[in-house]
């Protein structure tokens, strides 16, 4: 009789020890202290070269424009121009936006509406908004009408086209499945084509937002009156009259932290909260 051979079960394999990473490396995983790492040396490479090339007038030192920055919020100057800068942006950029959200629907809805679109932004596009200032200045004078003008410009053709891009690159499956539930017109692209297409979208506001950030300050530096007091423009250019360098260079710091401001807090949220969240980004 063969008795039963009792085969002995494989021992399970032991679990992996976990590896502590050292404090350096999870240090260096955070982005924000990367980047802040970034700013730390290019503000000592700014100020290593200030100190030896020895001319305030011409090259303010880090330090001395820190000392003019926070003088100018303390005075409440700085801040009340710029506050009267991101005003005027606001109405031109929400202005910019509801004009490409029109134009690029009726590419996605019409046939006619899809050469108008292609017709306009292959004609107004190339153009720089900075150059219609002199017709802006004709048509609605010195003031806030001229510079929304120009931003409507800055903001609109490259908006659009990136809305219509995205839009035209939905898959024919979720057209499809959006006719089928009887979806048309405004309703079929609020539902289908804007969630669909909504990376295209944000990277459009994105430029459109840079375009006419830069194009306002543009302005202001040439005129620089906006609703009875000047922009961050017309600061800088009033310290460059004053000579003031060091304020110069605080006026140009103020320009790029609202602009990081507004692309890390306002772009960086809507991006989490919309197209990562729905899995379209990593």
């Known amino acids: 009789m063969t008795l039963p051979v009792s085969i002995p079960l494989a021992a399970s394999a032991p679990a992996p020890a976990t590896r502590t990473l050292p404090l350096w490396r999870r240090a260096f995983n955070i982005t924000a202290l990367r980047r802040g790492l970034i700013l730390v040396a290019l503000a000592t490479l700014w100020q290593a070269y200030a100190v030896w090339a020895d001319n305030p007038l011409m090259f303010p030192s880090f330090t001395e424009t820190a000392q003019a920055f926070w003088q100018g919020i303390a005075s409440g100057g700085l801040l009340g121009k710029a506050w009267t800068s991101v005003q005027v942006l606001l109405m031109g950029y929400g202005l910019g936006v509801a004009l490409a959200g029109v134009l690029a629907a009726l590419a996605a809805s019409t046939r006619i509406g899809e050469d108008l679109l292609a017709t306009l932004v292959a004609m107004f596009n190339p153009?720089?908004?900075?150059?219609?200032?002199?017709?802006?200045?004709?048509?609605?004078?010195?003031?806030?009408?001229?510079?929304?003008?120009?931003?409507?410009?800055?903001?609109?053709?490259?908006l659009a086209l990136n809305m219509s891009s995205g839009f035209a690159a939905v898959t024919e499956t979720l057209r499809m499945a959006g006719r089928n539930y009887g979806l048309r017109g405004l309703r079929y692209v609020a539902l289908i084509l804007i969630p669909a297409a909504f990376p295209s979208i944000l990277t459009g506001l994105k430029v459109a937002w840079a375009f006419a950030w830069r194009t306002l300050i543009a302005a202001e530096l040439v005129f620089g009156v906006a609703s009875g007091s000047g922009g961050l423009g017309w600061f800088i250019f009033e310290n460059k009259n004053r000579l003031e360098t060091a304020s110069v260079f605080a006026g140009l710091g103020a320009v790029i932290l609202i602009g990081l401001l507004v692309e890390g807090l306002v772009f960086r949220t809507i991006e989490i909260a919309t197209i990562r969240k729905w899995g379209m980004q990593r």
């Open 127 to 158: 153009l720089p908004a900075i150059a219609l200032l002199p017709l802006a200045l004709l048509w609605f004078g010195l003031g806030t009408p001229s510079l929304l003008f120009v931003l409507v410009h800055a903001v609109l053709w490259p």
